[in-house]
Nanobody
Framework: QVQLTESGGGLVQPGGSLRLSCAASGRPSSDCVMGWFRQAPGKEREFVAAIYWSGSSTNYADSVKGRFTISRDNAKNTVYLQMSSLKPEDTAVYYC????????????????WGQGTQVTVSS
């Protein structure tokens, strides 16, 4: 069973940056996908970005394209979400998750989840 641990959340002003990290307890299999999702109060969990553990393909939600970058460090079993030009509407709990197979935007397709990290964008 994979355990995921997010970190790096916090309070940031609009226009600022944060980098989230998601550390996996073991080495993810080569055919897995690592995804970032977020959930704001009163809203459904939504897809943010995803990356294949092997290979370079990525996928982003339109709302974050050009502002967020997902990357991974295979040696550290860690996936990152670099967030720039943050907006108040980016405020949410951010979760990482993993699944075997192709990138999916539906959170129900992901088997393992971290506990989440709060990101608050406010002046």
């Amino acid at each position: 069973q994979v355990q995921l641990t997010e970190s790096g959340g916090g309070l940031v002003q609009p226009g600022g940056s944060l980098r989230l990290s998601c550390a996996a307890s073991g080495r993810p299999s080569s055919d897995c996908v690592m995804g970032w999702f977020r959930q704001a109060p009163g809203k459904e969990r939504e897809f943010v970005a995803a990356i294949y553990w092997s290979g370079s393909s990525t996928n982003y939600a339109d709302s974050v394209k050009g502002r967020f970058t997902i990357s991974r460090d295979n040696a550290k079993n860690t996936v990152y979400l670099q967030m720039s030009s943050l907006k108040p509407e980016d405020t949410a709990v951010y979760y990482c998750a993993t699944r075997i197979g192709s990138i999916q935007r539906n959170p129900s397709r992901y088997a393992y989840w971290g506990q989440g990290t709060q990101v608050t964008v406010s002046s």
